[in-house]
């Protein structure tokens, strides 16, 4: 039996004989179906080299001998669950929706011989056969996200779209773009044309994480427009992928305010802040902030109305991820504003910029996104946060009835190197090999009932400081993704199990050209050597993640 990877939650294999695709093969569908249908004839046809022609659903009878596929609407089923029988005359298809349809083609192109994930037919005699097969699917979890870094270096629109086909094939359904950093501006916003101008490249990039590491001299750029944004949304949309925006107030700002100085604090005795910035060149937490003053809760406003224009989903990120307060507290105005909206101090000031934000969200009919550090405020009561600082954030926004998506850096942080071994690439954070994505639980361990249902689910999030293009994010990404879409959609293989599958899996990887990390380590031409890593110490990266997680402060 072919591998199927994730597992789909009962599978029946049947002794009986298969079904073969041939030059007559239909594909009917319910007129709500229609988009899965469409996605089985693009991808298969060139590679098959079958017609696979349409057929009204109506036409077909069920009593005749050729059913060819059919995919028929089941309201007894839950949106995203199927069923998929394959019998000698045909292939059903059940779905609760168009999104249980698809991922009922995505198993049953597994179903078939590898060269179906290849672009065009390489060998014309293959016999297209399905096993006999039974099988009932469900998720187990609503979110089985992504977070795709594009800011810290630009991911072509072409390879976005690759993306998506790639974590679609996995039945993961979340594409969280984090499009704007300290290092560049990567969203379109028509009322501000500087911020792409200006924030939209950088001078130069440093070099790997060590500290003093020097500048490689090559400029860096790059953005989406709001036309290739709403195609991304809508090649998403038709993958039943959710692309939820990301713009990361108040701190990793600084293209925003090398644009439009007048959003950061003025040049203060220490030479920071103000007009003076560029996009940021370096890596790391950046004491430049935004200030926050109305004007700039305006700009922002205005900014998250046009995201919100281009993004019809839920879900809406305003970031609040490490926002250092040092320019804040020395700065005199900002200690004005503090006095006259009656805080106790500057740290108030980040939940207060975010709830105003989040506010004029809501009242658009949607949800703020933000990382864990909202819990160091009091954030508006419809926020999701992304737990990252390992589960505690997780464990403290449940505890306060806040909605959870958890991504805890210590098992699905997709930048940290994948071994010990010296050959992996501009070695950052801890080894987090498959296992350790495998073993990933969204559920905080001894969390209630009620808790566990405000969880929605996971995400892997892909940091790209070190990651420069898409062959690099390919090496990060995969096979490390395959292992989180296998325990989000609520696998209970063994891990040995799984594994074995992942060999198969792999070959389909193949067939699509994804560069993935081998199981025995990098290939040479994806190794950095001359980019050194850092800690390279295991007591120091033990220390590095203890530190992390005592900077934590979540209640107010
Ligand atoms: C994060 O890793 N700064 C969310």
Redesign the pocket.
Same mark, same amino acid.
Do not use: C, T, V
């Given at each position: 039996m072919t591998a199927l990877l994730p597992q789909p939650r009962r599978i029946d294999s049947e002794r009986a004989a298969g079904y073969t695709l041939t030059s007559s093969t239909r594909i009917s569908a319910d007129p709500a179906l229609v988009e899965a249908r469409r996605w089985l004839q693009q991808v298969l046809r060139p590679a098959t080299g079958l017609d696979l022609d349409t057929r009204d659903l109506s036409a077909v009878d069920p009593e005749s001998g050729e059913r060819g596929i059919r995919l028929t609407l089941d309201s007894a089923l839950g949106a995203e669950e199927y069923r998929l029988r394959v019998e000698s005359d045909g292939v059903e298809i059940l779905a609760g929706a168009a999104a249980g349809a698809f991922y009922a083609a995505q198993v049953l192109r597994q179903l078939l011989p590898i060269e179906a994930y290849r672009a065009a037919t390489i060998r014309p005699n293959t016999a297209w056969t399905l096993p006999a097969v039974s099988i009932e699917d469900a998720p187990r979890f609503g979110w089985r996200g992504v977070m795709l870094d594009v800011a810290r270096h630009f991911l072509p629109k072409a390879d976005i779209l690759r993306f998506i086909d790639l974590i679609a094939m996995h039945r993961l359904n979340v594409l969280h773009l984090h499009l704007t950093e300290d290092q560049g501006w990567r969203i379109e916003i028509t009322r501000y044309p500087k911020l792409t101008e200006v924030g939209g490249w950088r001078r130069e990039s440093q070099r790997g994480p060590v500290r003093d590491a020097p500048g490689d001299g090559r400029p860096h750029g790059g953005f989406y427009t709001q036309d290739d944004i709403r195609e991304i949304v809508a090649y998403a949309h038709s993958r039943h992928v959710s692309v939820v925006p990301e713009i990361d107030l108040p701190g990793?700002s600084q293209a925003a305010i090398a644009a439009y100085p007048e959003l950061g604090i003025g040049v203060d005795e220490h030479g920071r802040g103000g007009p003076d910035l560029e996009v940021f060149t370096r890596w790391g937490i950046n004491p430049n902030v935004l200030n926050t003053e109305d004007s700039t809760v305006e700009f922002f406003i205005n900014v998250l109305d046009e995201v919100m224009d281009l993004f019809p989903g839920t879900h809406i990120g305003i970031?609040g991820?490490?926002c250092p307060t040092d320019q804040w507290r020395d700065d005199p105005r900002t200690q004005q504003l503090v006095r006259e909206r009656g805080l106790n101090d500057v740290h108030d000031l980040h939940g207060w910029f975010l709830n105003k934000l989040s506010t004029h969200i809501v009242a658009r009919g949607r949800k703020p996104f933000g %990382?864990?550090e909202l819990l160091e405020g009091d954030p508006h009561p419809d926020s999701t946060i992304?737990s %990252?600082?390992g589960m505690t954030g997780a464990r403290s926004a449940l505890a306060r009835g806040f909605h959870v998506v958890s991504?805890p850096?210590d098992q699905v942080?997709l930048d940290y190197r994948q071994s010990e071994l010296p050959e992996e690439p501009i070695q950052v954070g801890i080894p987090l090999g498959v296992a350790r994505v495998f073993a990933f639980d969204p559920v905080p361990e001894g969390a209630t009932e009620e808790e566990r249902a405000l969880v929605l689910g996971g995400q892997a999030?892909i %940091?790209t400081e070190h990651l420069d293009g898409v062959r690099a994010v390919d090496y990060a990404a995969f096979p490390r993704l395959c292992a989180l879409a296998e325990t989000l959609w609520g696998s209970d293989a063994s891990f040995p199990e799984f594994e074995a599958r992942l060999r198969q899996h792999l070959s389909r990887l193949d067939a699509l050209g994804v560069e993935y990390r081998p199981e025995a380590g990098p290939h040479p031409w994806q190794q950095r050597p001359e980019i050194p890593g850092r800690p390279s110490d295991p007591a120091e990266r033990a220390a590095h993640v203890a530190e992390l997680v005592a900077n934590i402060r979540l209640t107010p």
């Open positions: 990793h970031g991820d490490e %990382w864990d992304a %990252w600082r991504s850096d942080y999030n %940091w």
